[in-house]
């Protein structure tokens, strides 16, 4: 069964602080995801990943970053959070365009609380 | 958002019955993968689709790539149907999602 982890599940931050999410997936899937859910919005990404060492800025990328080390772990950060990134935020992993299944399998989710 | 729509937004079943969720796309969409989203928040794989059709169970979906839309049917609703469906397309290495219809399953 696919597994993605995301650490913390719930984070509470002050506005102007460093936040950092983290996903490790145990897929060996190439191809990692990072999205934001708001009410009315859907999954918006933010970044992806091809593999290790590859990062790619998706749909909103303005005030986060990413860093992919390895092929299993996937961070998301926030240098200086603001309240307006207050949200859901979820990873996933996948092998779109590949030789695999090419579904996506997400993790539990991290809800972030900017104060 | 506004590459992929679904409608409806929200919809209201009794239990027993059928019905069926949409997507229209304004990008060109290689592959459809349709979610439930729980009420604990939790995403459920339902279907991955190339153009053309799956059934699981209680549940079919279809994709047209060159009409640019995807269909969910749920026949026989349960309470436990209940949710929100997204749909999602894929372009180029990307996965856009829709905004999600909201499934409330009436007993």
């Known amino acids: 069964e696919a597994a993605v982890t995301q650490s913390p599940r719930n984070k509470v931050a002050v506005t102007g602080g460093k936040v950092t999410l983290s996903c490790n997936q145990t897929n060996n899937h190439n191809n990692m995801y990072w999205y934001r859910q708001d009410t009315g919005h859907g999954l918006r990404l933010i970044h992806y990943?091809?593999?290790?060492?590859?990062?790619e800025k998706g749909d909103i990328p303005d005030g986060y970053k990413a860093s992919r080390p390895s092929q299993e772990n996937f961070s998301l950060i926030l240098e200086l959070a603001t309240p307006s990134q207050t949200s859901v935020y979820f990873c996933?992993?996948?092998?779109?365009?590949?030789?695999?299944?090419?579904?996506?399998?997400f993790g539990e989710g991290s809800k972030l609380t900017v104060l | 958002g506004d590459k992929v729509k679904q409608s409806p937004s929200a919809l209201s079943l009794q239990e027993g019955t059928n019905s069926a969720l949409r997507c229209n796309f304004s990008?060109?969409?290689?592959?459809v993968q349709w979610f439930l989203q729980n009420p604990r928040g939790s995403l459920i794989n339902l279907f991955y689709?190339?153009?053309g059709t799956k059934e699981n169970g209680r549940l079919k979906s279809a994709f047209d790539s060159k009409e640019s839309y995807s269909t969910l049917h749920i026949r026989d609703a349960q309470l436990e149907d209940s949710g929100t469906y997204f749909c999602a397309a894929e372009n180029t290495n990307k996965v856009v999602f829709g905004t999600g219809t909201r499934l409330q399953v009436l007993p």
């Open positions: 996933a992993s996948g092998d779109l365009g590949g030789v695999n299944t090419g579904q996506l399998y």
């Open positions: 990008i060109a969409a290689t592959t």
């Open positions: 990943s091809y593999g290790a060492g590859s990062t």
């Open positions: 689709l190339v153009p």
